[in-house]
């Protein structure tokens, strides 16, 4: 029995209370949620329900939790029911109503953990977004794991995502890049507000060799050679890494799209028809501190220039204009101060930040290496790169470090911790419990054990302590998944798989052997523990596959 059937069992329950009694059935909810309980004395689950209704219907908490206790008590697969406290209903299940999990878990496979609790809504995710002068720094790198997570985790839970990348192909920053890119080629020194690094050499050379004819040109034409083709080659080297990183977007959006269709005029006309535009010293403002901001923001300079937040207002305009009705925008923890303006943009167009836009700001990461941290990359020169933490602990230990943290903690990664093939490396702690799960699956082959039939499987026989903890551990998947997807909070999802699932595991494993030894005849007893450590693999592979790690078969 999955929790959510038993929350379905215990509102059963109170209708027939409630139908017994002559109470109002309108104070019953449409639904209900059992919990685990702090103590595993106190039961398998646990309810407030008659605490939750006693005030509507006038009755008290422990006189309508004895009601609901004894009529539970009466349901298939309820062993007990106590009434603790001021009426908290705990609940324990009958061995095979709690084994029947390892089924459902299998079957299901893939879906399990799957959820409608976000369908209908249509979301537009936009993460990473560095801008195309070097490689992706390791902040990017955070929100590149922690946003590719999130973008699962809201899938998992039925909501339509668009995943985003926003390119910034125009302003101030590409012409020092360009400028940069024009002096590696020619040997002189970086500009001043230039670009240095390894990396503007190397791709200094490749538009050279592209266009040779490039060194020919007076400098305006070099730079703007050196512009297009140099921008191009950095972003498909981000798209590269980022890939090989395991994260692909749906959209790659190019601001200098906005510019070249007119997308800034029209979000301006649009502003303008909702009042907020106004004109001071001959340049065109959007009155935000109408909407809290802590001053208003210039649209277009006095010289006839748009500012980015020009830009930002027309790419949030035609976010909304393709449809999605909730824009997330994960930035960095220098991007603090865009909180407001960006919600009082939201307001100026109509919309409600509170439901059309959602900022998330990610803190700082820093790479250790022997106590100390690493400053700066071989090749970017000022920064760590993606390739420096994939170099130093490989893409799943990166994935995994990343996403275990709440995104609004700073955090230092340990290159000696994270590369260690032992148990207080997290991610190799729950990679253990995949490829474990796979070799005694394996090894059951070879001596002909198998799970056999679904209607021969016999849950009761799962009833040892060890195999209780670890089905209440699986059971919580599904609601892992929802509040992680709900709260935006990935590392929800990662501490459940370590903290929950793999110690259960681990102590299940010990105590409860699941291949016959030697000559040992196959009982059901084998084939039911097959069920449930089938089952410990797909919770573990599906939590694993929502941050983008993988779940080795060996190790």
Not at 212 to 232: N, S, T
Not at 511 to 533: F, K, M, Y
């Amino acid at each position: 029995m999955t929790p959510a059937e038993l929350a379905e069992v215990v509102l059963s329950a109170a209708h027939a209370v409630f139908e017994d009694r002559g109470l109002d059935r309108a104070a019953l909810p449409a639904q209900t949620t059992v919990e685990r309980p702090r103590n595993p004395e106190h039961g398998d689950y646990a309810s407030t329900l008659a605490l939750q209704l006693s005030k509507k219907v006038g009755v008290s908490p422990r006189e309508l939790a004895a009601a609901l206790a004894e009529q539970l008590g009466r349901a298939p697969g309820i062993k007990s029911v106590e009434i603790a406290g001021p009426g908290f209903l705990n609940i324990r299940l009958d061995a095979a109503a709690a084994g029947q999990l390892a089924k459902v878990i299998v079957e299901a496979g893939p879906e399990y953990g799957r959820s409608d609790t976000l369908a209908g809504q249509k979301i537009n995710l936009e993460f990473v977004s560095a801008n195309p002068t070097g490689p992706v720094h390791i902040g990017g790198v955070r929100w590149a794991a922690v946003g590719d997570a999130l973008s699962r985790l809201l899938r998992a839970t039925g909501a339509e995502v668009g995943t985003e990348y926003y390119f910034n192909d125009a302003g101030s920053q590409i012409d020092r890049f360009a400028r940069s890119l024009l002096a590696a080629a020619k040997g002189e020194p970086a500009p001043e507000d230039g670009y240095g690094g390894a990396y503007i050499a190397e791709i200094a050379a490749e538009v050279v060799k592209r266009r040779p004819e490039v060194m020919e040109l007076a400098d305006a034409a070099a730079q703007e050679v050196f512009r297009v083709e140099g921008v191009q080659l950095m972003f498909d080297e981000i798209k590269s890494s980022l890939r090989d990183f395991g994260v692909e977007f749906d959209t790659y959006f190019n601001e200098k799209d906005l510019h070249d269709r007119g997308e800034l005029e029209k979000a301006l006309v649009r502003l303008r028809e909702q009042g907020h535009i106004f004109e001071a010293d001959g340049a065109t403002w959007l009155r935000t501190t109408d909407f809290g901001d802590d001053k208003d923001r210039v649209l277009r300079k006095s010289n006839g220039e748009w500012t980015y937040f020009a830009a930002d207002c027309a790419y949030y305009l035609d976010k909304r204009e393709r449809g999605f009705e909730r824009v997330v925008i994960m930035l960095g923890a220098d991007h603090h101060g865009y909180l407001g303006r960006m919600r009082a943009m939201a307001a100026c167009f109509g919309d409600d930040p509170e439901v059309n836009l959602e900022i998330l700001i990610g803190q700082l990461v820093n790479l250790v290496r022997d106590g100390a941290p690493v400053r700066m990359s071989k090749r970017a020169g000022t920064v760590v790169t993606l390739e420096d933490l994939v170099d130093a602990i490989g893409v799943d230990a990166a994935r995994y470090a990343l996403a275990r943290y709440s995104s609004d903690s700073p955090i230092d990664i340990d290159v000696e911790l994270w590369t260690r093939a032992t148990r207080d490396n997290p991610v190799y702690y729950v990679q253990y419990v995949a490829a474990r799960t796979a070799g005694v699956a394996r090894n059951a082959a070879e001596v002909g054990l198998t799970r056999g039939d679904a209607d021969a499987f016999h849950p009761e026989l799962l009833g040892h302590e060890k195999e209780n903890e670890l089905l209440k551990a699986l059971a919580e998947f599904p609601a892992v998944v929802a509040t992680a997807a709900e709260l935006r909070e990935p590392h929800r999802v990662a501490r459940y798989l370590e903290e929950s699932v793999a110690p259960a595991f681990h102590r299940f494993y010990d105590s409860c052997q699941v291949n016959p030894r030697g000559d040992e005849e196959i009982t059901d007893t084998h084939r039911a523990r097959l069920w449930l450590l089938d089952a410990t693999r797909v919770v573990v592979a599906n939590g694993l596959h929502l941050l983008g790690v993988s779940a080795p078969e060996r190790m």
